[in-house]
């Protein structure tokens, strides 16, 4: 199994990226999903993550900025992240919670 997010680059702050995510696991709707992130020399935090009931948690520092979601038929998650700040420049990684395995990271960068 394996996971492969894409979708990362440079922004402006104010700009909108969405990150995606694919997962090979043929019964990936019913795993929990999560976007996780990573600055440099910061340890990596969970951004926001999804259930395979639908039910969303986030961050407090991405509240009301990203949403997540999730599309069972692709097998893939989404990450919406509208109103980007130059804090939220990192790593971002998906990961399926129920087996813990992640993907592969894709660099988000934000300018000031």
């Known amino acids: 199994v394996q996971l492969q997010a894409s979708g990362g680059g440079l922004m402006q702050a104010g700009g909108s990226l969405r990150l995606s995510c694919v997962d090979s696991r043929i019964f990936f709707s019913l795993d929990d999903m999560g976007w996780y992130r990573q600055a440099p020399g910061k340890q990596r935090e969970l951004v926001a993550s999804?259930?395979?009931?639908?039910?969303?948690n986030y961050v407090n520092s991405v509240k009301g900025r990203f949403t997540i979601s999730r599309d069972n038929a692709k097998r893939t998650v989404y990450l919406q992240m509208n109103s980007l700040k130059p804090e939220d420049t990192a790593v971002y990684y998906c990961?399926?919670?129920?087996?813990?395995?992640w993907g592969q990271g894709t660099q988000v960068t934000v300018s000031s």
């Open positions: 990961r399926n919670e129920r087996l813990g395995y």
């Open positions: 999804i259930s395979s009931g639908g039910s969303e």
